[in-house]
């Protein structure tokens, strides 16, 4: 019952802030439609998280240099992709959005100086999906740590 893929501060749990993340050629399908068969509640109780959920709660929290490209999110119940809080330099790019329930972006960070949301290239049902408060910033630039053996 959360988010499909969920990148965020926390100030409950006293997560680390979030630097360098790239979210690559994923599929995430059916984000809260139904139950879990975990779960033994009778009724679906959604947590209104979207398929991919990004965000830094207080000021005090970073969460940058977030790319988020090239991956499907079909049949949420709520919305496709949400930044939100204090992120900043998020892209979210040539994703595929299929049957999503709300919106395809939200976006509720708190914008500031130098803090970009970048969003081209995106399809929503086989047409473009791109968010007019995002269409245009420049995408930032995420740096791949090798796996270590």
Do not use: K, W
């Amino acid at each position: 019952r959360n988010a499909g893929i969920l990148i965020v501060t926390e100030s409950f749990y006293r997560t680390a802030h979030v630097r360098n993340v790239l979210v690559e050629d994923n599929e995430i399908v059916n984000v809260q439609t139904q139950r879990g068969p975990y779960d033994p509640r009778p009724s679906l109780l959604a947590t209104g998280q979207p398929g991919i959920d990004i965000g830094a709660e207080l000021p005090e929290q970073n969460l940058s240099g977030v790319v988020v490209r090239r991956n499907t999110v079909r049949n949420t119940q709520r919305d496709a992709i949400r930044v939100r809080g204090n992120a900043c330099d998020v892209g979210i790019a040539d994703n595929d959005l299929d049957a999503i329930r709300q919106f395809n972006f939200v976006l509720n960070h708190v914008r500031r100086p130098g803090c970009n949301i970048a969003c081209p290239g995106n399809r929503a049902n086989g047409g473009p999906a791109d968010h007019p408060d995002c269409a245009a910033n420049p995408m930032p630039v995420v740096t791949p740590v090798p796996a270590t053996p």
